[in-house]
Nanobody, 127 residues
Framework: QVYLVESGGGLVKPGDSLRLSCAAS????????MGWFRQAPGKEREFVAA????????YYADSVKGRFTVSRDNAKNTVYLQMNGLEPEDTAVYSC????????????????????WGQGTQVTVSS
């Protein structure tokens, strides 16, 4: 059974930081690139960041570039999303996902390339 379990979400104030974690089990973690997506109520799921198997390629949505950092620890089967300078528009359910896409794929921002998904963790940014 494949599990991707996100943690680290919560309620924070504008300008604060959070570090999300996604722990994977049931897959050969180092064989998968990992992505982060978010979805706010009434909105489509939005790509946030992706990181390839050995962290050689990293991708960010323009909306988070310079504020968020994605990383992974293959020994711990865990991918992280460090979120700094959070703003209310970052409020969403954040989900991690796993894909077998090649490192130089042009499609990491597309939902269909991801085979496995976590249930998500809520991030709320409010004053």
């Amino acid at each position: 059974q494949v599990y991707l379990v996100e943690s680290g979400g919560g309620l924070v104030k504008p300008g604060d930081s959070l570090r999300l974690s996604c722990a994977a089990s049931g897959i050969t973690f180092e064989g998968y690139a990992m992505g982060w997506f978010r979805q706010a109520p009434g909105k489509e799921r939005e790509f946030v960041a992706a990181i390839t198997r050995r962290s050689l390629n990293i991708y960010y949505a323009d909306s988070v570039k310079g504020r968020f950092t994605v990383s992974r620890d293959n020994a711990k089967n865990t991918v992280y999303l460090q979120m700094n300078g959070l703003e209310p528009e970052d409020t969403a359910v954040y989900s991690c996902a796993a894909t077998l896409a090649v490192d130089d794929s042009d499609w990491y921002h597309r939902v269909p390339v991801y085979k496995y998904w976590g249930q998500g963790t809520q991030v709320t940014v409010s004053s």
